[in-house]
């Protein structure tokens, strides 16, 4: 059976790019932190990401902090911090706020107070992209980075989380952007590395898969590359809508992410329709990755006013630079069968 991998917002594939920067890496055996010649060349390589990941964020002058992933870099910023958000943030960055902020049936949130809040510049689930506030404390830069033209000198936060393994870099490897001379207080004590931030010797080999992986990704987005995806992702609703026109589709009447769609069809729950398309040779999810296996409405959905009938039986189909119009299809075409059948079967 050919598979077809449909949930690139839960992770990507590795690029070439990532993969030839970290394999070359191996061979680059000393420590950062040391002073030698071994040490210097290992310190070359961490700089030069560090260097390629601001570039590609359009954080030139900014500090790049490196640390295991987007979720670490939310507790790097945000603990001991009193931050306002709202629902649709994810869990990472969930766990250390007050929930407060409101969100409309489209997904957006709306900030009283920027200095102390923090929100998501795109949305994993629905793909719904916000209006960044100026002064805005943190945002979740994460799902945003390498798909959508953003600069983190312009967006007016003072803080942005990020993520290799969202735009074809290794996992375990993210990093918090700060403005420079923005305190952060260290949640990992011990060395000093990353000027006292971040103790712990550099993930030598995933650091430099992300430069390399950041580096292409803003090249692809140069170049339009996601143009395409987003007239597949529209085929794709499109496809669907035509041949069952009571699909809620979210989030579409705002600005999206070019590759995300999230639609329901009520009291057919997502983590079935998850587990039939796997059969079917299709990849997809039922919402963020890190919330997967947790039967419950989402948490996104309900926040924009949905029921639990929509918020449990919405799915996720997120596109990637690879996918083509045939994959779309064929996945529309095996969906809308699952739906006959459940519809069958609800008679």
Request: glycine letters at 10%; hydrophobic letters at 45%.
């Amino acid at each position: 059976m050919k598979r077809t991998y449909l949930d690139h917002n839960a992770t990507t594939p590795l690029r070439p790019e990532a993969r030839a920067a970290m394999t070359a890496a191996m061979d680059v055996f000393g420590n950062p932190s040391s002073v030698h010649a071994e040490g210097r060349a290992a310190k070359s390589l961490v700089e030069k990401a560090r260097a390629q990941v601001a570039s590609a964020l359009g954080a030139d002058g900014a500090d790049v902090i490196f640390t295991s992933s987007a979720t670490e870099a939310a507790a790097l910023f945000l603990a001991g911090r009193d931050m306002a958000g709202a629902d649709v943030e994810h869990d990472a960055v969930g766990a250390w706020i007050d929930a407060s902020l409101s969100v409309d049936a489209d997904g957006l949130v709306s900030v009283n107070d920027a200095g102390r809040s923090t929100l998501q510049l795109a949305n994993s689930e629905t793909g719904v992209v916000q209006s960044l506030p100026e002064g805005l404390a943190l945002c979740d830069m994460t799902q945003a980075f390498g798909k959508l033209p953003l600069a983190f000198n312009w967006s007016g936060a003072t803080a942005a989380l990020i993520s290799a393994h969202k735009l074809g870099g290794p996992k375990g490897i993210g990093a918090l952007v700060i403005k420079r001379g923005t305190d952060v207080a260290a949640q990992l004590k011990g060395g000093g590395q990353e000027l006292g931030r971040r103790a712990g010797t550099e993930n030598l080999i995933g650091i430099a898969g992300f430069g390399a992986a950041a580096e292409a990704a803003a090249r692809d987005l140069a170049d339009g590359a996601w143009d395409e995806v987003a007239r597949l992702r529209d085929v794709l609703e499109t496809t669907i809508a035509a041949a069952a026109p009571e699909t809620i589709f979210i989030g579409q009447r705002a600005k999206r992410l070019p590759n995300t769609s999230c639609f329901a069809t009520p009291h057919w729950k997502g983590e079935t329709q998850v587990m039939q398309m796997d059969l079917a040779g299709f990849a997809i999810s039922a919402g963020s990755a890190c919330s997967s296996g947790k039967v419950r409405a989402s948490k996104v959905l309900t926040a924009m006013g949905y029921g639990e009938d929509v918020a449990a039986s919405a799915i996720r189909v997120s596109l990637g630079l690879d996918t083509t119009e045939d994959d779309i299809l064929r996945f529309a075409k095996a969906w809308l069968q699952k739906r006959e059948k459940f519809n069958a079967r609800a008679a």
